[in-house]
């Protein structure tokens, strides 16, 4: 029977961006009473899933970007060999988990996950991607639930916005007293969590003298710039350079 296993020898080679996504979040997350469209308790607790994932997982991803209940994990190093069958299991049932211990829900929670294979010339790109749907989320979310406040049927929202471009989503917020360039910049633009240097003095008994060395800790940064920025640019080439061989 060990060979009707027939994809677990699928490998995929590094680098690789490992997305995972809430499955049915919206009525679990609805259930726990969070404040719409966004919410700071779920936001932390997404980073803060991340980061134990980062101490926690035995796994070495490079860097995270979040948004909404949406995930994507840099890797330029792969455990398992880099079979398919383990990353795509294993990731998104460890941040199930995680997620699950901290907001302790009355019922589990869940993601799903694929894989995408990239070279370093289009990294930035993926994340530019990703960070305008989570601009796109932003419009969206505010202008929904302005409409439902207004009495509008989710059904009918959800159709009138598919309908509209951002500009026009943007323009009718902008009429009810929202501008959305203005809230938060974590909902606008999302959240990173990433290794941070930092030196750590020692003493050296043989040579009699104070010593520096660097370690990494996980740092959660609430405030990131644009992608498609000059900082956004250096920001993720940084992060693509820093080494990753570290104790956290």
């Known amino acids: 029977m060990k060979g009707r296993e027939i994809y677990s020898d699928l490998r995929c ?7 995972v996504d809430g499955r049915n979040f919206r009525n679990a997350l609805s259930r726990m009473e969070f404040e719409k469209p966004y919410d700071i308790r779920f ?29 994507s994990f840099f890797f330029r190093e792969l455990a398992f060999d880099g079979r398919i069958e383990k990353i795509d299991s294993v990731v ?5 988990s995680a997620l699950t211990m901290l907001l302790k829900p009355d019922e589990p929670l869940s993601f799903d996950s694929r ?3 990239v070279h370093r010339q289009i990294v930035a790109d993926y994340f530019i991607w990703r960070q305008a749907e989570a601009w796109r989320n932003c419009i969206n979310s505010y ?19 598919r309908n509209r471009g951002t500009s026009d989503v943007h323009e009718l917020l902008f009429s009810r007293g929202t501008n959305v360039a203005k809230v938060p910049t974590w909902q606008r633009r999302g959240i990173m969590i990433m290794k941070e ?8 008994p043989h040579l009699n003298e ?15 710039p644009m992608f498609k920025s000059p900082d956004g640019e250096l920001l993720i080439e940084n992060l693509m350079s820093s080494g990753n061989r570290e104790t956290i």
């Open 197 to 204: 240097e930092y030196e750590v003095e020692g003493f050296n």
């Open 13 to 19: 080679v590094p680098p690789v961006i490992v997305r």
């Open 92 to 96: 998104p049932s460890f941040m199930s």
């Open 115 to 117: 894989i995408i294979p």
């Open 210 to 224: 104070k010593t520096l060395s660097v370690r990494k800790k996980v740092v959660q940064n609430w405030d990131i």
């Open 143 to 161: 202008a929904y639930y302005t409409l439902l406040s207004e009495g509008m049927k989710e059904e009918d929202a959800a159709t009138f916005l």
């Open 43 to 71: 936001a932390s607790a997404m980073a803060d899933a991340i980061e134990l994932f980062f101490k926690n997982s035995g796994l070495s991803p490079v860097f995270a970007y979040v948004f909404s209940d949406e995930i």
